[in-house]
């Protein structure tokens, strides 16, 4: 099992519709997590951070953390076509002691 | 803008050359990273300095090497490449290492011929 796992993709939606990106991951004692957007030949830039239990809003985003489930997922609403990219989901896990990254998942919003 | 400013933008460089990248922020943070990334790859880890001194080196060849003059800037040598070495470099920086969340610069396009 990979220590962070994520559905690549594609994963397309329409514009204004909700998409809901996953990722899962192997440390159970990991306690920080990150959401990273990611433009084709760009740097990831940091979107959302979540390190209790539950869900927290910023704008469209909404992060969904559920420790006992091992899984993170990342909310968007109301889909834009800029909100295209590649989301990189980033966990700290105690075990190696440092950050790794999901393969990320490509989402095109369609006009 | 990003706060985490990186030079060049691009690099080529032939496998005798010996050139630099460099990165710079000015957010205070006492933890600095580079990582490499290939096309459609998740960013991979090369080295962490915390309060400027090496704290992580991910197995990196020889070819790569870090340097951290002063809290604000990370420099990455580089000599001998190979083409296979050919990727996104990017440097982050954080408050703390390996708890508080990355800011990533723009990153060094490098091409080796």
């Known amino acids: 099992q990979k220590e962070v796992e994520q559905n690549s993709g594609p994963l397309s939606v329409p514009e204004g519709a909700i998409a809901s990106l996953n990722c899962t991951y192997s440390d159970r004692g990991s306690q920080s997590f990150f959401w990273y957007r990611q433009y084709s030949g760009k740097s990831p830039e940091l979107i959302m951070f979540?390190?209790?239990?539950g869900d927290k809003e910023d704008g469209r985003f909404t992060a969904q953390l559920n420790k006992a489930s091992q899984y993170v997922s990342l909310l968007i609403r109301d889909s834009q076509p800029s909100d295209s990219a590649t989301y990189l989901c980033?966990?700290?896990?105690?075990?190696?002691?440092?950050?790794?990254f999901g393969t990320g998942t490509s989402l095109t919003v369609i006009p | 803008d990003t706060e985490v400013t990186q030079t060049p933008k691009h690099l080529v460089m032939g496998m005798t050359n010996k050139k630099s990248l460099k990165c710079e922020q000015h957010?205070?943070?006492?933890?600095m990273y580079w990582y490499k990334q290939k096309a459609k790859k998740p960013p991979e880890l090369m080295f962490v300095?915390?309060?400027?001194?090496?704290?992580i080196n991910e197995s990196v060849p020889s070819r790569f090497s870090p340097e951290c003059p002063n809290s604000s800037l990370l420099n990455l040598h580089l000599h001998a490449l190979q083409p296979e070495d050919s990727a996104l470099y990017l440097c982050?920086?954080?408050?703390?290492?390996?708890?508080?969340?990355?800011?990533f610069g723009n990153g060094t396009r490098l091409t080796v011929t």
């Open positions: 980033a966990v700290i896990l105690t075990t190696g002691n440092q950050f790794y």
């Open positions: 982050a920086s954080s408050q703390e290492a390996l708890s508080k969340p990355l800011h």
């Open positions: 979540i390190y209790s239990n």
């Open positions: 300095y915390s309060y400027e001194k090496l704290s």
């Open positions: 957010m205070g943070h006492r933890a």
